[in-house]
């Protein structure tokens, strides 16, 4: 996804290398990719062994190994800094493999899966080889100069929400990284590799008050200069809305806060423990504080209808988040929605389930009317963010990002080949956007 290599040039870098090992990691909507990868690495390679790990097989490794085994060695279940390296010494070894926790691979025709892994304790002890990355493959487009890490200040996540397959893959279960050991890391990579943006992965960092309160203490002590984008949740927004200054001090740019739902009643049903108004107001206690507020709101239920959609864009423009994304719900095989989706499911090719794409067919909609629908959301929204974004006074940085970002979303995202149905983006917009750019 960062270099945008095709498969030709996967073939040819394998063929080079000639690894005694491939592993890959996929979701949903990247399974078919990865597996078409391990079938390349088998085609080149006859004696190589391949491992698959990742969300989707670690719960569907049974379809993957009934499917693909025969370009699928193993499936690695769960967590994998210390499965791999001992799926890796006890084949190399020669080892009984049914002896190595956490893993699913076929054996004498049938799937056979090990006893689980259980999670790492310690999360201060990972170490990742950060010196093995190419970082000049990890620009951000819409910060000039600027180079991105991921880093994870914590594990795992305890809401419990319908769509969702968090809280299943880490088991409700939620682990943190002491605050000096997560800074530390930050200030690293910034003195070492001259990283000046910082993605933290984590569903949900902001948990414990105490241990964000001294993430944020450390990082303004030590102005390391560098720009943070993060995911948190409505409640703890509100729950900081006195200490959100500090959030900005401390380098935080960027917060991305998923509402999802459009009323009271959508929210419980996506087991969303939070309400309309909470949400408005998070989202606006982060716009006030100078930051840049994303969120996404879910269209595509059996139920939906074209009034349905229109009553989720009146209440988008209250939400009034600076990018705001209007996602076509995907129906992971393993969440707990699924099985009341089954019965409205007509696409089955997970590189399909993306949240871009129509996977389900409301009983009032075609599909292609639900995709129309979503992208004359994200016209309208957008419409009306530009001249707000054109009038913004006193702060630079922000307003920046917002109109690169804009243009990113224009000239690279699927928007750009499906929008060509509705006539393209509008001439007003395209303007608009070459003007502002500076």
């Known amino acids: 996804m960062s270099k945008f290599h095709e498969y030709d040039q996967i073939r040819k870098h394998i063929q080079i290398e000639a690894p005694d090992f491939v592993g890959v990691t996929a979701i949903t909507a990247t399974i078919n990719d990865a597996i078409e990868v391990l079938k390349i690495a088998k085609q080149e390679l006859p004696e190589v062994t391949t491992f698959l790990g990742g969300v989707h097989p670690t719960f569907l490794y049974e379809e993957i190994l009934l499917a693909d085994g025969r370009w699928v060695d193993y499936c690695v279940l769960g967590e994998g800094e210390l499965t791999a390296p001992e799926l890796l010494d006890g084949h190399r070894n020669g080892r009984d493999m049914s002896k190595v926790q956490g893993i699913a691979f076929m054996r ?19 170490s990742p080889a950060w010196h093995l990355v190419n970082w000049s493959d990890y620009p951000l487009y819409f910060i000039d100069d600027s180079t991105v890490a991921i880093v994870s200040s914590s594990r795992g996540c305890i809401h419990s929400c319908f769509f969702c397959s968090q809280h299943k ?92 739902a459009t009323n009271d009643r959508k929210l419980a049903e996506f087991k969303k423990d939070i309400k309309f108004e909470e949400s408005k107001e998070a989202l606006k206690l982060v716009r006030d504080a100078g930051m840049i507020v994303e969120s996404s709101l879910i269209i595509g239920t059996p139920s939906e209808t074209p009034a349905s959609i229109q009553e989720t864009l009146k209440t988008a423009y209250e939400y009034n988040a600076d990018f705001m994304h209007f996602l076509l719900l995907a129906p992971w095989p393993y969440a707990d929605m699924y099985e009341s989706l089954k019965p409205y499911i007509e696409v089955w090719d997970y590189s399909k389930y993306n949240l871009v794409e129509p996977i389900i067919k409301p009983t009032a909609m075609t599909r292609d009317q639900l995709m129309s629908a979503v992208l004359n959301c994200y016209k309208k929204y957008y419409m009306r963010k530009l001249p707000e974004w054109a009038n913004m006074k006193g702060n630079d940085l922000k307003r920046s990002i917002l109109i690169k970002g804009m243009k990113a979303i224009i000239d690279n995202s699927f928007l750009k080949d499906h929008m060509t149905g509705l006539g393209g983006m509008p001439k007003s917009v395209r303007k608009l956007i070459d003007k502002l750019e500076p």
């Open 108 to 126: 004498n025709g049938r799937v056979l899966c090990t006893a689980p892994r259980v999670f790492m304790a310690d999360l201060n002890a990972l």
């Open 169 to 260: 893959f880490w088991q409700g279960s939620y682990r943190e990284r002491d605050p000096y050991n997560f800074v530390a890391e930050i200030e690293h990579l910034a003195a070492t590799y001259g990283i000046n943006v910082f993605f933290i992965a984590d569903e949900y960092p902001t948990r414990s008050r105490e241990r964000w309160e001294k993430i944020l203490d450390l990082l303004i002590e030590k102005q390391l200069g560098v720009h943070i984008l993060m995911e948190t949740c409505v409640p703890d927004i509100i729950r900081d809305r006195n200490n959100l200054h500090r959030y900005r001090q401390a380098g935080i740019l960027f917060i991305y806060l998923g509402v999802e």
